[in-house]
């Protein structure tokens, strides 16, 4: 059994549309998904490129998971924190 992670970007009810395409495909076990870092992660016995293709056939956007996405995913959940908005603006165009 391999378990294999994937970036697929994941807007509204795309996670129905992701379950679906998979739902197509013999050997898979369990998917998980994280909707928050957009990651998923399939265990069972199907090759990496065929959940690929199906889920890339089903319309949405997907690549395999690096360790760059974990790093970019940290950076920004840990800036917007604690990002502050100043509502003060001044415009002086004349």
């Given amino acids: 059994m391999e378990s294999v992670e994937l970036k697929v970007e994941m807007v509204g009810i795309h996670e129905k549309r992701l379950r679906k395409c998979l739902s197509k495909l013999r050997g898979i076990e369990k998917v998980e998904v994280d909707a928050y870092s957009q ?40 800036s917007y924190g604690s990002l502050r908005f100043n509502n003060n603006f001044n415009f002086n165009l004349f």
Avoid at 48 to 61: C, E, H, S, V, W
């Fill in 39 to 78: 990651k998923v992660i399939v265990t069972g016995c199907v090759h990496r490129n065929k959940l690929l293709k199906a889920i890339r056939r089903g319309g949405l956007k997907a690549d395999f998971w690096s360790s760059q996405n974990e790093l970019l995913t940290a950076y920004a959940s840990a």
